[in-house]
T-cell receptor, first 114, second 108 residues
Framework: GAVVSQHPSRVICKSGTSVKIECRSL??????MFWYRQFPKQSLMLMAT?????????EQGVEKDKFLINHASLTLSTLTVTSAHPEDSSFYIC??????????FGSGTRLTVV | GQQLNQSPQSMFIQEGEDVSMNCTSS?????WLWYKQEPGEGPVLLIA?????ELTSNGRLTAQFGITRKDSFLNISASIPSDVGIYFC????????FGSGTQLTVLP
């Protein structure tokens, strides 16, 4: 089946620094990748949708200058949290999609900003 | 925007019991998906439903796409300890929208 790899699984960073999270589709070419954020005991909230080679579409309320998304190839998308603050601490999950493959999720990245 | 109401929010059941949870939407969906998420992991797809009235099984799991296209349910039969986790419904069309989740605890 389709496999999506997300890295790192956990990261702790200092307030004010930037963190990059990678999402790779390992055995298929994803036409679209999605980034979600999940706070404790809550559901997944879509942050942005990205198509390879084009700018990401951000959901209302998500700061595009803070959460930089790059989808440079059909197998790789990155999310960079810039100038991180403690309130950015959360569980970030990516998903990759292609017609016929459905939506496959990565294993998530636990970001802690101290 | 689209909203999914998922119930119950949490369930505590004895091992061997059957479980039922459901999702309702304020709008029509053309796809319903059921996921399970374990602590510190991403969601894993359990069942996908594509047609109104469709009833699909995956082992001890059974899910149905409601006739009105605004609801879906998931049943788990003869629960076992490894069924513990959070179960999410999710639906399309425009984008994958998640329900609020059902936290399932199975007591031995």
């Amino acid at each position: 089946g389709a496999v999506v790899s997300q890295h790192p699984s956990r990261v702790i960073c200092k307030s004010g620094t930037s963190v990059k999270i990678e999402c790779r589709s390992l055995d298929f070419q994803a036409t679209t990748m999605f980034w979600y954020r999940q706070f404790p005991k809550q559901s997944l909230m879509l942050m942005a949708t990205s198509n390879e080679g084009s700018k990401a579409t951000y959901e209302q309320g998500v700061e595009k200058d803070k959460f930089l998304i790059n989808h440079a190839s059909l197998t790789l998308s990155t999310l960079t949290v810039t100038s991180a603050h403690p309130e950015d601490s959360s569980f970030y999950i990516c998903s990759a999609s292609r017609e016929g493959y459905g939506y496959t999720f990565g294993s998530g990245t636990r970001l802690t900003v101290v | 925007g689209q909203q999914l109401n998922q119930s119950p929010q949490s369930m505590f059941i004895q091992e061997g019991e059957d479980v039922s949870m459901n999702c309702t939407s304020s709008s029509i969906f053309n796809t319903w998906l059921w996921y399970k998420q374990e602590p510190g992991e991403g969601p894993v797809l359990l069942i996908a439903l594509y047609k109104a009235g469709e009833l699909t099984s995956n082992g001890r799991l059974t899910a149905q796409f409601g006739i009105t296209r605004k609801d879906s349910f998931l049943n788990i039969s003869a629960s076992i300890p490894s069924d513990v986790g959070i179960y999410f419904c999710a639906g399309l069309p425009r984008q994958l929208t998640f329900g609020s989740g059902t936290q399932l605890t199975v007591l031995p």
